[in-house]
């Protein structure tokens, strides 16, 4: 190597010393790589729009809460409050047809509707069969749930359940659940819906027969006053008619005759025709009248309308949302009394 190669690295050298080379905060370290302002705002624009979706849906629970609330302070209220309203338990919102079926089961077909102005979504409808006497201490006690989807305000949906019930009387009690997420707890909300009976009344279909027909050796009387006939018919306050009897007691629409024929299947091979007449009874009153040819007969029905009537009774003097009182007081008194007495507060 020439002495003129030896001076180029001098220079070379010089520079070492003087200028060494640094690594400054501005430049890219390999460990923690810095991202770019381009990155930071797409990183806060993506977490804005997580916020607003979740503020978005935190407002659209609240609302529907809001609203569940509203309608559980409504079943909160007298029943005849509630009647003409629309809330879930009335029968515009919420209606229930019972078939019994040849192999001792039961369909039930429920009608629900959307009477709010929100969707109600993941929606669970609970049926829990119960026993109305205490006594009934072997009454299977089960619940079964139907998942009702999405129900947009307005719209009306009819499920099909079957239930495998011992025989009538018995009640059929009914509540819409809604479980709800909220961060890591979880919350259900229930709304209980009026209480149903269920008697052997409910098979009893109106039949074109005439009166002389049928022999009815076994009668009873319901003297109704006027006034509850009023209430559970939803306080129309008009002048009481026998066709409004009819519906609010037996659920039996558009007669026009005070004397009818029913027939009330008593198993799959045999039918119970019986005679019903209505009248009036002074100013105040309406006297309801069954007739039967055989003995067993009568009394089963005379029995299953008075529990029919003293839970409809119930849900007049009580919040049915509390629970109803169903017959508490059967170990002191007979069903014919406690049905006496609770008629003589209408």
Not at 131 to 137: E, Y
Not at 320 to 329: D, F, M, R, S, V
Request: charged share 25%; hydrophobic share 35%.
């Amino acid at each position: 190597m020439s002495d003129e190669d030896d001076d180029m690295f001098v220079d070379f050298d010089d520079r070492m010393d003087t200028d060494p080379i640094t690594i400054g905060d501005s430049d890219d370290s390999f460990d923690n790589p810095r991202p770019s302002t381009s990155t930071d705002k797409k990183a806060t624009i993506e977490k804005y729009q997580k916020l607003k979706e979740e503020s978005k849906r935190l407002d659209e629970l609240a609302k529907e809460v809001r609203s569940l609330v509203l309608i559980c302070r409504q079943m909160e209220e007298c029943y005849t409050k509630r009647v003409g309203k629309d809330v879930i338990s009335s029968g515009e919102v919420f209606h229930l047809h019972i078939r019994y079926l040849h192999d001792g089961s039961i369909m039930l077909l429920i009608s629900i509707q959307n009477v709010t102005n929100l969707p109600m979504t993941d929606w669970v409808l609970s049926i829990h069969p119960s026993p109305i006497l205490p006594s009934t201490s072997h009454f299977a006690s089960y619940s079964q749930t139907i998942k009702l989807g999405t129900l947009l305000p307005g719209v009306r949906k009819t499920f099909q359940c079957h239930l495998d019930c011992e025989e009538p009387p018995f009640l059929l009690q009914f509540s819409l659940m809604r479980e709800f997420q909220l961060d890591d707890i979880r919350k259900v909300f229930q709304v209980d819906i009026d209480p149903i009976a269920v008697t052997s009344w409910n098979q009893a279909q109106v039949v074109e027969r005439k009166s002389s027909d049928i022999s009815a050796n076994f009668t009873s009387s319901f003297r109704l006053s006027n006034s509850l006939i009023n209430l559970l018919s939803g306080s129309p306050d008009t002048i009481i008619s026998i066709p409004q009897v009819f519906k609010s007691i037996l659920n039996i629409p558009n007669v026009q005759d005070d004397t009818i024929i029913i027939c009330v299947p008593s198993s799959p091979t045999n039918n119970i025709f019986v005679k019903i007449s209505c009248t009036k009874d002074g100013t105040a009153h309406h006297s309801l009248t069954i007739g039967t040819e055989s003995s067993r007969s009568h009394t089963l029905l005379a029995q299953h309308l008075r529990l029919h009537l003293i839970v409809e009774m119930s849900k007049l003097k009580s919040r049915p949302a509390k629970g109803i009182l169903i017959l508490t007081e059967m170990d002191a008194v007979s069903i014919e009394e406690l049905f006496q007495s609770m008629l003589a507060a209408f």
